[in-house]
């Protein structure tokens, strides 16, 4: 009788236990759904998509359509690296498809996907025009600072040479933005490996990027000191970024 009774407080333990982790799992999945559509990224460089954000015991799935493959891309960033995710599953579909790489179109879009991400420039003032390789930006700048910036940003993968057309304001606005924006961690994460996979001079670096409460931290190997220092410009002009830490090591 005794070893019966044993028996039927053990199983009720144990579907209580099961009961409790499925209830835990699926307010971890939730709290995923629910981070992944209030990020940085999602709330402004994806706005315009139809993206499905679906998370099953930490693995994600994404569907739908965005408009191009840097939105696609950065939809998989900012989802991997939220608390919790074990792996993402991206079924994401181009609304049109891609252009060609290499073309003067691919080109231009990643030079304009690349401007995005840095806030000490204005993408939506700076026009890109590109030929056989060769990009050429106008348009307007703050600040002679704010121009030397934006041809940096501009030497994305790809490009043979930026001539940097863009004429300076009469009545320059200042560029200084001691106050950083609040963006959650997964979305700043997002945004400096995309800029650094986009960047011609740190494309193949083999860099680690994380972020806590706005602390950016790069682990890799750079080839020199010149090499480390640009990392560490890319990445700290990045919307949200409060300081970078570059661990990277000299070759």
């Known amino acids: 009788m005794k070893t019966n ?11 209580l236990l099961a009961a409790n982790a499925s209830l835990l799992a699926s307010e971890t999945d939730s709290n995923t759904e629910s981070a992944a559509k209030s990020s940085y990224v999602f709330m402004n460089y994806l706005q315009g998509d139809d993206v499905k954000v679906d998370s099953k015991d930490g693995v994600v799935t994404l569907s739908g359509t965005v408009k ?10 900012t989802v991997t690296n939220l608390p919790g995710v074990k ?4 079924r994401l579909e181009l609304k049109t498809p891609s ?3 290499t073309s003067n179109e691919w080109l231009a879009m990643k030079v304009n996907t690349a401007l995005l991400f840095h ?3 204005n993408a939506a003032n700076t026009q890109v025009y590109v030929e056989e390789g060769i990009v050429t930006l106008r348009g307007e700048a703050a600040s002679e600072a704010q121009k030397e910036l934006t041809t940096e940003y501009a030497k994305v993968e790809g490009s ?6 863009m004429t300076i ?15 959650d961690d997964a979305s700043i994460t997002a945004q400096a490996k995309m800029a650094l996979l986009l960047h011609r001079s740190t494309s193949a670096l083999k860099t680690s990027v994380s972020t806590k409460e706005g602390i950016v931290t790069v682990n890799g190997k750079a080839a020199n000191a010149a090499e480390k220092d640009l990392v560490t410009k890319l990445v700290n002009d990045i919307h949200g970024v409060n300081r970078v830490v570059n661990n990277m090591s000299q070759e």
């Open 99 to 101: 252009p060609l790489e």
């Open 68 to 77: 191009q493959q840097s939105h696609k891309d950065l939809a998989q960033e």
């Open 5 to 15: 009774v044993l028996k039927s407080f053990v199983l009720v333990a144990a579907a």
């Open 87 to 90: 792996n993402v599953d991206n």
């Open 160 to 165: 043979r040479e930026v001539r940097n057309e």
């Open 119 to 121: 806030r000490n420039v």
């Open 169 to 183: 304001a009469q009545a320059p606005k200042s560029t200084d933005q001691t106050l950083k924006e609040k963006i």
